[in-house]
């Protein structure tokens, strides 16, 4: 089983940063993709970023790229994401998930997905 744990979550004005992390413990050794997905109110959840461990590839939704950077540390237990120029529509609940396999590349599609954290929110306000 692996557990995953959120933090770094706050309230930020438009154009501040945050850093989320995220913790993984148990067994990871099989885990292929890491990826932040978030929910706003009243909204389906959506991947913004998502990591190959292996190689290191990276993957970044369209509303998302150029402000916000994943990464890993190089033990590969600890997830992160750099939020940059925060926009209040960026406001939701932010998950870390984690993936043994993803298949036909769709590493921003949640069902792919077999972990999951409990979320930290984040609020951006005008």
């Known amino acids: 089983q692996v557990q995953l744990v959120e933090s770094g979550g706050g309230s930020v004005q438009a154009g501040g940063s945050l850093r989320l992390s995220c913790a993984a413990s148990?067994?990871?050794?099989?885990?292929?993709?890491m990826g932040w997905f978030r929910q706003a109110a009243g909204m389906e959840r959506e991947g913004v970023a998502a990591i190959h461990r292996g190689g290191g590839t990276t993957y970044y939704a369209d509303s998302v790229k150029g402000r916000f950077t994943i990464s890993q540390d190089s033990s590969k237990s600890g997830l992160y994401l750099q939020m940059n120029s925060l926009k209040p529509e960026d406001t939701a609940m932010y998950y870390c998930?984690?993936?043994?396999?993803?298949?036909?590349?769709?590493?921003?599609?949640?069902?792919?997905?077999?972990?999951w954290g409990q979320g930290t929110p984040v609020t951006v306000s005008s």
């Open positions: 998930a984690a993936a043994k396999r993803v298949l036909g590349g769709r590493v921003h599609d949640r069902t792919q997905y077999n972990f």
């Open positions: 148990g067994y990871t050794g099989n885990l292929n993709y």
